[in-house]
């Protein structure tokens, strides 16, 4: 199996420990990968203000980079839904959908195809897992707190099999960080006030580390801990799973 | 950006938008609690959503299985192609009957119609009978939510309007005493009026009755006394039978607040003697919307508030800031069907988390429409200048890979040198309650070239 890692525009240019981290914690676990050259973006900034038909280019370069891979693996549940679910009609051709069924999400190819139910790592931490929505509801990493049964999902199995972890239990298991992209932006007020409200769930609940699989909520939320000198850190998945096995 | 300023100045009162959204995730706990109790949660959903896809899908059918059934049952039945005929038709029914007084359930098809302020403009005097539909009436407000009209209002608020209108003791903000005195006042009115009129929940078209759901009991206690019974419904209310009524009456109660039924769920199948029942069958641009292929499943809503409820950007913002008689997600994907240009910024107020999608009884996909919406947006050419000028300025960039690596080297490094006045200003929304991320020196594919490349 060849694999091609696909590392998001945002972690390449501000969180390149993430990729770092991702591409090591692959390679431990015996998996063949490569991350191909020339990576930019899937096209979400713009597609999600509305401007899916101006990603074309975009979109394309990206499945003419990919679908030579057998499998295809990012740290990001909602850039890959985003190659899922939006990428133009006018690209839906048999590369395009090799791709879309065999891009996945980073804890998603640890727990449906590497078949792995527990790492055998050490991370003595008190963690708070925020729930990507995109990961969560979209591509159905889990169960979202709205659907009948307990909330669940394949990082909190993951994570939870690490010795002397604690993963500390939130008032609201999976309510949106407020990031949401260019949402971040244009609804400025209401986003930083989703971020400031999910982080004291966080910190209310004794988390030293808040974690998630997609590093555009930690960025937002970093934002917000910094500024307000919290005393908590943001780590991707990623990185803690790494450092956890080494 | 009207909803993002309206959403800024809520916020501007911190302890308040803490109360407002507490209070509605505590109607969202309560809602979780109740699809747990019963077994079958997900399969009742998808049944919902089967039924109503069904019906929707042979509207025409069911419409007329219904007015002839409900004909046959003594029901007067008029049709209003938009909101002006709706309220032409009440108000001839009011003027026919000689009756200058209505009492009134609540209806948001009413709400949308802007029925009250014709009917006052005729000189009719209209009283909202649902406590929190006559407490936003006393204040001269819109409801700001489709269950809880009156949820952003708090009780010393209430208190003091009643103090106004009701000659409550002043001061006394007791919850019981403030709804005992509302209960007196509204008595004195449901004896008194001639005609009632009630909104109308399900429309069951196998028997050509209807169900109202309430609370509080207030659309009995208008429609026994009165002799005529006016109810308004749209046309995507109808359902087949009363198989189907069971599906939606387990999770409609549950979804809205968090109980197993509403209190009072009342049929109404005939007129009583020398009584009249008479219902309106209103389309006003509904029909238009179920030709949109990619919208029309938004009619399968039965307004229950749910999406309202668990949405963290209406909870945050209230729904006033939404400028439309239905706020919060479903609002957003009902609005943009209304008016595009007017509310084109609606389907922007949303961080697309799915919540919505998920706590939704009928499965709507609510969060996929807002996100279709914003592309009709676009196609119409709505979308604010600045934001698609920097959109497509990022398009180009991220489309040729040689310019992203230098324009990320070049961005990353001008932060790392640049002091905080040049970064932390009015252009950069961002960073007014947040911080960027600190620059690293090297991308990920920089790092990757140097460490991992066979060359």
């Known amino acids: 199996m060849k694999a091609g890692l696909f590392i998001p525009c945002y972690i390449d240019q501000f969180y390149p420990q993430v990729g770092i981290d991702t591409l090591l914690l692959l390679e431990k676990l015996g998996v063949e990968i490569e991350s191909p050259a020339n990576q930019t973006c899937c096209g979400q900034p713009l597609a999600n203000s509305g401007m899916e038909k101006e990603t074309t280019e975009i979109c394309s370069h990206f499945i003419q980079l990919f679908s030579s891979y057998d499998t295809i693996i990012s740290p990001s549940g909602s850039c890959v839904l985003h190659i899922k679910e939006h990428v133009p009609e006018s690209l839906h051709d048999e590369a395009y959908f090799h791709v879309r069924d065999h891009i996945y999400e980073l804890t998603e190819f640890l727990t449906d195809v590497l078949m792995i139910e527990e790492l055998d790592g050490h991370f003595p931490h008190r963690v708070g897992l925020h729930q990507s929505c995109h990961g969560l509801r979209g591509l159905r990493n889990g169960k979202s707190s709205e659907l009948a049964g307990d909330p669940s999902s394949k990082a909190r199995s993951l994570l939870s099999s690490l010795k002397d972890i604690q993963l500390v239990d939130l008032d609201r298991t999976d309510e949106c960080c407020g990031f949401g992209g260019t949402f971040s932006v244009f609804e400025e007020a209401v986003s930083a006030q989703m971020g400031k409200d999910r982080i004291h769930d966080h910190v209310k609940n004794g988390a030293e580390v808040i974690t998630a699989i997609d590093m555009s909520c930690l960025m937002h939320m970093e934002g917000v801990i910094k500024r307000n000198s919290h005393p908590l850190r943001v780590m991707h998945v990623a990185e803690i799973l790494n450092f956890a096995i080494s | ?455």
């Open chain 2, 1 to 455: 950006m009207k909803h993002a300023r309206a959403a800024r100045e809520f916020l501007s009162n911190g302890p308040r938008t803490e109360w407002h959204s507490q209070a509605l995730w505590y109607v969202r706990q309560k809602r979780d609690v109740q699809k747990d109790e019963i077994r079958d949660w997900e399969d009742l959903r998808e049944q919902a959503s089967v039924i109503k896809e069904h019906t929707l899908s042979n509207l025409d059918q069911y419409l007329e299985e219904f007015e002839t059934k409900a004909l046959k049952n003594g029901i007067h039945v008029h049709w209003a192609v938009n909101a002006k005929e709706h309220n032409n038709i009440v108000l001839e029914i009011l003027q026919q009957a000689g009756v200058r007084k209505l009492v009134k359930s609540k209806s948001m098809l009413t709400e949308e119609c802007h029925l009250n302020p014709f009917l006052m403009d005729k000189g009719i005097d209209v009283i909202e009978s649902d406590l929190g539909e006559r407490i936003i009436q006393f204040a001269d407000q819109d409801p700001s939510h489709i269950v809880l009209p009156a949820i952003h209002l708090k009780k010393e608020e209430v208190g003091k309007l009643f103090e106004k209108k009701l000659n409550t003791e002043s001061g006394n903000y007791d919850p019981t005493y403030l709804t005992g005195a509302a209960r007196k006042h509204l008595r004195e009115h449901f004896v008194s009026a001639e005609v009632a009129m009630t909104g109308v929940n399900f429309a069951i078209a196998e028997s050509g009755g209807f169900a109202v759901c309430t609370n509080e009991g207030n659309a009995d206690m208008g429609v026994h006394h009165a002799k005529i019974h006016i109810a308004s419904m749209g046309i995507e209310k109808v359902i087949p039978g009363k198989d189907q009524l069971a599906v939606f009456l387990r999770l409609l109660a549950r979804s809205a607040t968090g109980q197993p039924i509403t209190t009072y769920t009342s049929h109404f199948q005939k007129p009583a003697e020398g009584k009249e029942i008479h219902l309106i069958i209103v389309d006003n641009g509904r029909s238009e919307h179920l030709g949109k292929d990619k919208f029309w499943r938004a009619l399968k809503c039965i307004r229950c508030g749910a999406c309202l409820n668990t949405c963290p950007v209406y909870r945050r913002s209230g729904g006033h800031s939404y400028g439309y008689t239905i706020p919060g997600p479903i609002g957003s994907i009902l609005t943009p069907r209304v008016d595009l240009k007017q509310y084109s910024d609606l389907p922007f107020a949303s961080s697309l988390c799915g919540s919505c999608t998920d706590v939704c009884p009928v499965k709507i996909e609510i969060h996929e429409q807002l996100y279709q919406w914003r592309q009709e947006v676009y196609e119409q050419k709505q979308l604010s200048g600045t934001k698609k000028l920097g959109l497509k300025v990022m398009g180009r960039v991220l489309a040729r890979p040689r310019l992203y690596h230098r324009s990320g080297k070049f961005a990353r490094k001008a932060l790392k040198i640049s002091p905080r006045f040049l970064i932390y200003n009015r252009m950069n929304p961002w960073g007014r309650s947040r911080d960027l991320p600190a620059p690293p020196k090297q991308s990920f594919q920089e790092w990757y070239r140097e460490n991992r490349s066979k060359s």
